[in-house]
């Protein structure tokens, strides 16, 4: 079964799911408005680990805010729905990852 991924489009803000090897191989648009969506910056924050951050963070090719973050940080939880707003709202023009330390 193919990987898919939701992502919201920049302009409606509806969600969309889309399957990673045709995000890959064409241009992705949004089933609602069919403006581009773009995957690599979906809308929500994305899991950064040591096996993807080379990937996803240091060749993103994309401008990526890197949060990272503890379950037992109290700083980290006060700020965790403004990091999802603000991914939200950067949907399609930038990226963030968290780093769970």
Not at 40 to 68: C, H, K, Q, S, W
Not at 71 to 98: F, V, W
Request: overall charge positive; glycine content about 4%; aromatic content about 6%.
């Amino acid at each position: 079964m193919s990987e898919t991924i939701i992502a919201i489009c920049p302009k409606c803000k509806s969600k969309n799911r889309i399957l990673m090897e045709k995000a890959a191989n064409s241009q992705t648009v949004c089933g609602k408005c069919k403006n581009n969506i773009y995957p690599e910056m979906p809308g929500y924050p994305i899991e950064a680990t040591d096996l993807n951050f080379e990937n996803n963070v240091v060749r993103a090719g994309v401008i990526t805010l890197v949060d990272f973050y503890s379950n037992h940080c109290s700083p980290c939880k006060t700020m965790e729905p403004i990091i999802k707003q603000l991914a939200y709202d950067l949907a399609g023009k930038s990226r963030i990852d968290l780093a769970l330390i």
